[in-house]
């Protein structure tokens, strides 16, 4: 049946891969107008049958952005707070939920992208989610001092956003043959950076039982003094000096001037707080939407019930790029982080004895975003009592004679079990295509949302990230290391 109630009306879906997909789904009111800005609203009913067939658009954004870098995403204000529903049935199996939630910076990204089709896992009985939320300026600015306390939470709208979409969830999804108490959120670098923060959310609390941060934590967030700091820039950028003339511009006008202002982050005329240049509309601790630090309020137990899958891939900020270094400028690239660049350095020479500069460079950065974060959330959920599991990803690609390596995002169609759809093989590189691993990955995932623990027969036995610090590499190899870079890693200790 290609039919299925919500509470807001009827909708219609398609086939597709031999299960069902429902797409375009507003699971909350068109953000604009007055509620521009503003949290968002209950969506509005529809007589008849909605058609559902079509993916919704995307969230405003800058062109060119995303995995597949397309230049003409269809993006729409008014229509973008939807979401995809794909499932085996609409009928009253109650299957366990996956929702998903899409990287790009908070400033692109839709759940329509192709790498992330739920069709495997909903023929493996899990009832795949995936959302759309407001981006950048739109999503994230503060702008509290510009329109009072009305919009005390604009800082955070992406995330409320996200909280919408899974109140959704929890109210629609038995239609559609989904297990509301059994829902796992997921997501990577942006996403994966969502889901750590709804872990540290007091209004998430029952919404989800399990959590895969993927190329993200819980850490990347901006306080309020530096939100506003940005939100003075974007007005300056797009000429208006009251909440009123923002209301009244156009979305092209509000992604120019958001744009103008990554351009001062990335040339660090304004101070990241969260540390990654070139991302200044980051979720910001407002004391309301977001009431502390999410890594303070998992550590506190506020997350003590949700299991936590998290990891990171060997590689990631190669998709980003580090120009060449020497030994001279490796040893200021260390400054940039370490008191004590020499010690710290020493350390990573240590854990990567045949690297080059450029190849610790690497390592580094990646360690600055992306793992050690990870780490600290995974310490952070095991000190609390959660019970916590962590991967590294380390299938190397072969693309651009393998300078990208296992790099930013690579995972995402492993775990999808999506290596055939657009712009993976240009991400893989030449050769056989690596489907034995992308089984291993996808029954892990399966098994995760399914149980809350991705030991499977594909993994062999996972132990719990503990004492031992057990990691589950995920690559040519598929086994547990123990502590893996330890040396490296211990040199974060007490560094932001």
Known sequence: MTQANTRSGEVRGREKNGVLLFAGIPYAAPPVGERRFRPPEAPDRWSGVRDATRFGPAAPQPPGDGLVGNPNVRWDEAGCLTLNVTTPACDDARRPVLVWIHGGGFRSGQGAIPWYDGSSFARDGVVVVSINYRLGALGFAQLEAIGGSDYGTSGSLGIQDQLAALRWVRDNIAFFGGDPARVTIAGESAGGMSVGILLGVAGAGGLFRGAIPQSGAAQHVSDKAAGAVVAEHFARA?????????????????????????????????????GIGGMPFMPVIDGAAIPRAPLDAVRAGDARGVNVLVGTNADEMTLFGVPEVDDAKLSRFAGRYFADAERALAAYRADHPAASPRELALAMSTDHVFRIPAVRLAEAHQASGGRTWKYLFTWKSRAFGGRLGATHALEIPFAFNTLDRPGVDAMLGPGERPDALARVMHAAWTAFVKTGDPACGATGAWPCYGGERSVMELGDRVGVLRDPAAKSRAVWDGVR
């Open 238 to 274: 797009l000429g208006a000096g009251s909440i009123t003339e923002m209301l009244a511009a156009s979305p092209e006008r509000i992604l120019a001037a958001q744009t103008e202002v990554e351009k001062l982050s990335r040339e660090r005329v304004i101070a990241d707080a969260a």
